[in-house]
């Protein structure tokens, strides 16, 4: 409703010949898109808003994965202070929609035709009780190795599609003196390397399972002790100055020999292109072992602000973020893939190409899955639940065995 009168005041505004000034759309945005490659991206809608007349407030929260980013933005909700548009995914959308606090905006996604464009599962994300809610981005792929070329080539040793396989190549890195993964422990990270094993260990149909249905028989299965037995495998490949360490730097490592692989979704490429490494020469990429594809999707959503200024900000801000153009350039820089389909892939790179293929593959085959490490699964309450047994197991001696009892109690009690 909001956003429709802004519109009508926006236009009505046009159509005025007089100097009576009127506001123009403006918006406070909050986002947690702060490492090289992310602030490139961001940029481009910063310009493109600023082109078609928007006045941005930047409201940037540095941490990877957005959980500092979703503490700040609760502060803000909860002192009556909401920003304007906030980068937000997942279920947590549906968590903030219940709470009464987001704007409809639906109009533009009408006026757009998002439903014509969007792939129906991402659609789905975008939506609170039939009314569009988000306005979504990307699509990012979490299951990825990036790897060093020069360091794989010179140690003899080839992409790993296994995960003993990785083991094996592991195992000749240290021999050789070089960090096998580069990883920063921080709780996000190990969830993000958690569910590319879990991925491959369970399957995708386990995967589902475990993480979306939260399956009590899946999460304490042999499968899932094997799992949490390869995390301690992972928790040997890691330099002794991980912990703390940003994502990014975590790709830096990579990029500058120091380490062979880091596991990571595809902002890890945003980084080494916006460090003006080649794909394919300076550094590979390559699904994590075992099949599906675990996919995250960038969204914003609208809050409920007062001020015809911020609704018209928003209602551009939503028709730019889903514009054609922008999908394409912006997503060139962060790593990503463009969320609507008719957005030609010409000029994106061969990780891109796989990206994309892969996910039409899987999303035929059943095995298009959530990230639950990057909140597009699971609740709040849930994903941390889990969250917080991969990071105590990870830091700590804690076994395989008791890791799963662990996690089947954590999920139990987080319902
Ligand atoms: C993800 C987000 C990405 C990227 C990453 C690291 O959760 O979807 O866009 O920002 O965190 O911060």
Known sequence: MQIRSAFAAVSAACLMTTS????????????????????????VLQKEFADNGGTWTDMPVAGGGGDAAMTALRARVLSGNAPTAVQLKGPAIQEWYEEGVLADISAVAEAEGWADVLPASIAGHMKCEGTWCAAPVNVHRVDWIWAN??????????????WDEFNAAADKLMA?????????????????????????????DGFHKAFVELDKDTLTSDAMIATFDQMRKMRGYVDA????????????????????????????????????????????????????????????????????????GQALLAKLIVGKNFQKV????????????????DEFDSCAHLSSEDMAASNAGGSLLPSYAHG???????????????????????????????????????M
């Not at 070329?149 to 296994?162: F, K, Q, R, S």
């Open 20 to 43: 009576a000034a009127v506001a123009g759309p403006e918006a406070e945005v909050l986002h947690w898109w702060t490492s090289g490659g992310e602030a490139k991206s961001v940029a």
């Open 376 to 414: 597009m699964a699971l609740r709040g309450a849930q994903s941390g639940a889990i969250t917080d047994v991969v990071t105590a197991h990870f830091n700590s001696d804690m076994s395989s065995a008791d890791a799963v009892k662990m996690l089947a109690e954590a999920v139990a009690n987080s």
């Open 330 to 345: 912006f997503n060139l820089n962060k790593g990503s893939i463009p969320a609507r389909t008719d957005v030609a892939l």
């Open 241 to 312: 100055n991980f912990p703390g360490r940003d994502w990014n730097l975590a790709t830096a490592m990579v990029m500058n020999g120091e380490a062979a692989f880091q596991i990571m979704g595809d902002w890890a490429k945003g980084e080494f292109m916006a460090a003006g490494k080649v794909p394919g020469k300076d550094f590979l990429c390559i699904s994590t072992p075992g099949e599906g594809y675990l996919y995250n999707v960038d969204s914003f959503a609208m809050f409920d602000v007062k001020g015809d200024d911020k609704a018209a």
């Open 176 to 204: 050789a003196g070089i960090t096998p993964l580069a990883h920063g422990g921080q709780a996000w990270q190990d969830a993000t390397v958690f569910e590319a094993v879990a991925l491959g260990v369970l399957g995708a």
């Open 149 to 162: 070329a020069d360091v794989l080539a010179a140690n003899g040793i080839a992409l790993p599609t296994t």
